[in-house]
């Protein structure tokens, strides 16, 4: 028999700590970076060093929104690295024929490797780590193959140079993109049947079956768009670069994602998403890193204390039971 | 009144055995499954657990057949040797995902490992080893710790311990190796030593897997971490102590990889922070082929070590034919690794639906 | 008019277990208030209340899951503290639960032993545990094979397993709870013959269960709990089904004459009316053999059975929650060949499946959106969520059913079970079905929330929702069925109608395949 055992009311702090939320927590700690950076950095509260994180940021949370919908499945996307150095490679060797040819390929690219884990998560129900993980491997020694078997291959197009190098007014392209995504990712989360689906699937998937939800769909669609997105970082990238550098794309980023979803307060468990939130753990580990280095510390201890942020982020938000 | 039962599908040992699929006469709520899908549960649930095994045969038989060079002593050697650190590494992982859980920190943990090592080598090698020692373990009770006491799932401690690890071993180097002392002696021959002509670190392999074996299957701590992984909630009600049994089992994991570290760094002749990067995906890799559930309670370090070998032949394959670049190389590693565990994932719940 | 008889007095002589003033509180609310419990050796001492009488707070504390807020405990003789299951245990008090808390991947014998394996030179000795597990299982009248998987054991076999791996722990105090929950009237009695076994040899057992049945069968004394109070300790044998179940409720006797559920009042069986659902000859492997059954416009026909009998599988298979191998359904005459849910939702069926927990909420989400969850198709306008019609149907629904929280947007996981399930009723009736599946609808439900459930079931059918009721509380089938249909082993083997309808013919039926006096569908014109 199981009876709802109501939480035992933490004491004041805590009460109006746990209201704020597990985003709540994280946003007061951004603030809290911010104005600490402000006043000790020299420079950091600069309208220069405002774009600059915004740009470094762009990538990151391109990569990290497709993320959030795959972790609110329950699932975990490894893969996100080595798709974004795919679609910079089949960039690079089609874009001779027009961009508006290399870039739907390449997106289109990164999409079919989505599909490929998002098949097998849902119909073979292997798990997502494993999945992803065989994906990782594979993807990266495809992007290089793609890439001429491991060359270094320049990008000279105008306009795909635009896409990392380019403004708006004031407004560098890719932080355009990033916004645009952001806020469609938002709508879809929060106005959509299937953002709903997506909660449900991760939440309890055999409940989610039994009240009609397209689980199977849904999840497999997850993936796609993790891909779609990995597949958008992977193009901005490459064009900040000025070439595609498969070794290089993507390296380390499933891990800069999951840290920005996972600090932001969705669940690892799934069930629970919340994009706001990663956008505010994405911005946490940008100013992070960009202060530290600022600040000419070393980027090694900038890893340290991403992941004691990590770490105190995830300790804040585990469920309360008396 | 009416007593009988079916038997499971372990050997029949002592009680009375009924006859195999004879369902429960008048049963009220069980009716036992015919002969041939039972049969069929059987045959899935070995293959999936021995499936590693035939496919490794299949592999040498294979690699024997078509290069010359591979069934020969020197290659072979040479092929354990290349990955007995790596089955240092996936024992420890093993252990870990018994009890259901991961450890991403060993390539980081390896690292550091290496360089407290190398940086102690001034001390002598007994010194220098202890304290590698103690530092993967030290890092590997305190993901252990985080896990048990703080309730942070595994998956994210141990990613937080693999960045702040590899920015610890980064940081405390400025980036660049540490060079192993002449007074070290000892750590150089670990890693570069032979003993009747096999490698050390091949030995320490098959030692550590050895006691592994043993203490999984023979001491009730092995047994504890089995109960872990099968359903760790029930194995706290029925009185164990759970939580000292995942954080020495993070420990051992630790250690593990600290081993590997000290034994890379005498190879190498240096301790180096960028080593083990990327070697948490192969040692998982390695567990799931060799048969190992992720979900826990049930495989083996027997497994892993086929997992492990079954890997390593394969790479060395590549590298006979010669023409496959490391680039196809990783594609077919992701493949193959794609294939195995869907393999793997039909056969037991075949095993499962009728056992 | 009659009053229970006398509460029975204290006999000092062989006393195992004395608990007095038990207090125990769970963020302000007070789940036990100074309950008194006393055990003698070699007793079965049953111990029974409504979901939240306490009764498994008391077992918590007694065998240390819970620590006490106030009151003493003693154990032969010695005041006793226990802080964790592991003390209790190490002391001999020993509890077997519902869930089978053991390790399913493991040997039995390795079950049995669990943190005691004997060893040799240090090394665990497999060859001793096995054959000590064997001597023990032997003892016990057992015919369990020591080296079997547990998980490969039925459910009655891994509970035989539960109570000799308390009984080699040297059990002084055995706390049963529900164990006959999930066994088959076979099982049970291998059960009951374990239980006197046990008493023989001077254990004592504490028995929870709601089940009248066996309470009477198997033990002496019972200790009625109500809202964490403790509301007396009697002698079976002297106190009547009717005195027992109003002492459980706080009513007097002559309350009870209208019948204990929401049921009391159904309307007659609507004969004549066009059959809304046919469902014949249903297979599925080896769970379903060839179930027929039919439901009319208006009617609650109730599905008996025991566990096992196929009756969720049953319901499963109409919707297409699981494929079925063989067999028809149709629909108000039309063929449904349902392979998703989604078939049988657009054939306007709907199914509230008997997991709450497992197969219905969706914890993290609101009230609103588990309520509006199958419905969101239809509240989707140009791929965007029309949210004043979603509040609407929310307001609406939760002011029809009486859903208690403290807004629509409060996680669904904070309501009490018997708000959940209506929860999930409503999610189902705002899609205005034809066909209502209900699987255990009132199970683990308080009883206030379970009489309302229960009228609102017979009020829909009353507007001419045809109702498909599985149920294991017979007083439900009993009063609220038009017809009662009892499968066993996965085949229909009685059908009820009108006064058949009783707990003894449905029983009957449920043991030996047929029921005293059923009609024959065959013969039905």
Not at chain 2, 134 to 160: D, E, S
Not at chain 3, 469 to 482: Q, R, T
């Amino acid at each position: 028999m199981s009876t709802t055992v109501a939480a035992r009311p933490a004491p004041a702090l805590g009460r109006w700590w746990s209201a704020l939320g597990p985003t709540g927590g994280a946003l007061v700690a951004l603030v809290v970076l911010v104005a600490a950076n402000s006043v000790f950095t020299p420079n950091f509260a600069s309208p220069g060093n405002f774009w600059n994180i915004l740009l470094q940021l762009s990538v990151t949370l391109l990569v990290s929104v497709g993320m959030t919908f795959v972790i609110a499945t329950g699932g975990v996307d490894l893969s996100v690295g080595s798709v974004m150095a795919i679609s910079a490679a089949v960039a690079a060797v089609t874009v001779e024929r027009g961009l508006f040819v290399a870039l739907p390929l390449a997106l289109a690219a990164g999409m079919a490797v989505g599909l490929l884990n998002g098949a097998f998560v849902s119909y073979f129900r292997v798990q997502a780590i494993v999945v992803t993980l065989a994906t990782l491997l594979a993807g990266r020694g495809l992007a290089q193959v793609i890439n001429r078997d491991g060359a270094l291959l320049t990008i000279d197009d105008p306009g795909f140079l635009a896409l990392g190098r380019g403004h708006l007014g004031p407004l560098p392209v890719q932080v355009l993109i990033a916004a645009v995504v952001v806020a469609l990712a938002v709508f879809l989360l929060r106005s959509t049947p299937f953002g709903r689906y997506v909660l449900a699937a991760g939440g309890n998937p055999a409940a989610a079956r039994l009240a009609g939800v397209p689980v199977n769909r849904t999840v497999v669609s997850v993936y796609v768009l993790s891909g779609l997105l990995a597949g958008m970082a992977g193009l901005v990238e490459a064009s900040r670069l000025g070439a595609s550098a498969a070794a290089k794309i993507g390296q380390g980023a499933e891990l800069d994602a999951i840290a920005a979803v996972v600090v932001g307060g969705t669940l690892l468990s799934g069930g629970r998403a919340t994009l706001l939130g990663t956008v505010v753990g994405a911005l946490i580990m940008q100013v992070i890193a960009t202060s530290f280095n600022m600040l000419l510390i070393p980027y090694s201890w900038a890893l340290a204390f991403k992941a004691l942020i990590i770490l105190f982020a995830v300790y804040l938000q585990r469920p309360r039971r008396v | 009144m009416d007593h009988s039962t079916r038997t499971g599908s372990g050997p029949a040992l002592a009680a009375p055995p009924a006859p195999a699929g004879s369902p429960a006469p008048g049963a009220g709520g069980g009716v036992a499954a015919p002969r041939a899908p039972r049969l069929a549960a059987r045959a899935a649930s070995m293959l999936q657990r021995q499936g590693a095994v035939v496919a490794l045969v299949v592999v040498c038989a294979f690699g024997a057949l078509r290069y010359p060079a591979f069934a020969t002593p020197e290659n072979l050697l040479n092929v354990l040797r290349q990955n007995s650190m790596l089955g240092l590494v996936a024992l420890g992982m093993t252990m870990v995902i018994l009890t259901g859980g991961i450890d991403l920190s060993v390539g980081s943990v390896l690292a550091v490992a290496g360089i407290v090592a190398a940086g102690l080598s001034g001390y002598g090698t007994a010194v220098a080893v202890l304290g590698g020692l103690a530092a993967g373990a030290l890092l590997g009770a305190l993901n252990g710790v985080l896990i048990t006491k703080a309730r942070i799932q595994p998956f994210i401690v141990t990613l937080a311990m693999m960045i702040a690890a590899r920015g610890a071993a980064l940081g405390a180097t400025g980036e660049n190796s540490v060079h192993v002392d002449r007074a070290a002696k000892g750590i150089l021959w670990l890693g570069r030593g032979r003993v009747a002509g096999i490698p050390v670190p091949v030995l320490l392999a098959a030692l550590a897997f050895a006691v592994g074996w043993v203490v999984l299957r023979y001491t009730r701590f092995g047994r504890y971490v089995y109960a872990a992984g099968d359903h760790a909630d029930a194995a706290r009600l029925l009185g164990l102590k759970v939580d000292r049994v995942l954080i020495a089992t993070y420990a051992i994991s630790g250690l593990l990889a600290a081993c590997a570290g000290v034994v890379l760094a005498g190879r190498l002749g240096s301790g180096q922070p960028v080593a083990g990067t990327g070697w948490e995906l192969d040692a998982i890799a390695a567990v799931v082929v060799g048969g190992t559930l992720l979900s826990g309670g049930q495989g083996g370090v027997g497994s892993t070590v086929i997992g492990v070998l079954l890997l390593g032949i394969i790479f060395n394959l590549f590298n006979l034919e010669g023409t496959i670049t490391p680039w196809w190389q990783g594609v077919l590693r992701g493949v193959f690794l794609l294939g195995v565990v869907v393999v793997q994932s039909r056969l037991q719940r075949r095993a499962s639906a009728h056992g | 008019m009659t009053s229970p008889p006398p509460a029975d007095r204290h006999d000092e002589s062989d006393v195992i277990l004395r608990m007095e003033g038990i207090v125990k509180r769970f963020a302000g609310a007070v789940a036990l208030d100074h309950v008194d419990f006393t055990l003698r050796r070699g007793e079965v001492h049953a111990l029974v209340g409504e979901n939240g009488a306490g009764k498994s707070t008391l077992i918590k504390i007694m065998t240390g899951a819970y620590t006490r807020d106030g009151g003493q405990v003693w154990l032969e003789g010695e005041p006793v503290d226990f802080r964790t299951p592991a003390d209790a245990q190490a002391a001999g008090v020993i509890a077997v639960h519902q869930e089978i808390h053991l390790l399913s991947f493991r040997t039995v014998a390795e079950n049995v032993w669990l943190g005691r394996e004997p060893r040799r030179w240090g090394l665990v000795d497999w060859g001793r545990m096995h054959a000590d597990t064997a001597t023990l299982l032997q003892r016990l009248g057992l015919h369990i094979d020591p080296a079997a998987t547990l998980g490969a054991l039925s459910t009655a076999q891994q509970q035989m397993v539960a109570i000799a791996r308390g009984v080699s722990l040297g059990a002084r105090v055995l706390v049963l709870d529900e164990p006959t929950s999930s066994l088959a009237e076979r099982e049970v009695a291998i059960l009951y013959d374990l239980i006197r076994q046990l008493q023989a040899e001077g254990t004592a057992i504490v028995y929870i269960s709601h089940r009248f049945d066996e309470l009477y069968a198997v033990c002496d004394r019972v200790t009625v709990l109500r809202d964490g109070r403790l509301v007396g300790t009697h002698r079976l044998a002297s106190l009547e089904r009717l005195d027992l179940v109003c002492l459980m409720l706080g009513k007097a006797r002559d309350e009870l004459r209208q019948g204990t559920t929401g049921f009391a009042g159904h309307q007659a069986e609507a004969e004549g009316a066009a059959p809304l659902l046919r469902a014949e000859d249903l297979r599925r492997g080896q769970k379903l053999r060839g179930v027929s059954l039919d439901v009319r416009k208006g009617e609650i026909l109730g599905v008996a059975g025991l566990l096992g009998s196929g009756r969720t599988e049953t319901a499963r298979a109409i919707f297409g929650a699981d494929p079925r191998d063989g067999g028809s359904v149709h629909v108000d005459g039309k063929p449904l060949d349902a392979r998703t849910p989604d078939d049988a939702i657009r054939a306007r069926i709907a199914f509230v499946s008997e997991d709450r927990k497992g197969e219905g909420i969706i914890p993290e989400l609101s009230v609103r959106e588990n309520l509006t969850l199958a419905a969101l198709p239809t509240l989707t306008r140009a791929g965007i969520v029309d949210r004043a019609r979603q509040r609407e149907i929310v307001d609406q629904f939760m002011r029809r059913l009486g859903i208690k929280c403290t807004s629509a947007d409060q996680k669904i996981r904070e309501l009490s079970g018997g708000n959940q399930q209506k929860v999930l009723l409503a999610r189902w009736l705002c899609m205005n079905p034809a066909l209502l599946i209900l699987d255990e609808p009132t199970r683990g439900i308080d009883i206030g929330a379970k009489a309302e459930i229960q009228a609102l079931i017979n009020e829909l059918a009353g507007t001419g929702l045809g109702v498909l009721m599985i149920s294991s509380e017979l007083e439900e089938l009993v009063e609220g069925s038009s017809r009662v249909v009892v499968l066993r082993d996965g085949q229909n083997v009685a059908e009820l109608r009108g006064g058949d309808i009783s707990q003894q013919s449905i029983i009957h039926a449920m043991a030996e395949g047929s029921a005293a006096s059923a009609v024959p569908a065959a013969l039905e014109a």
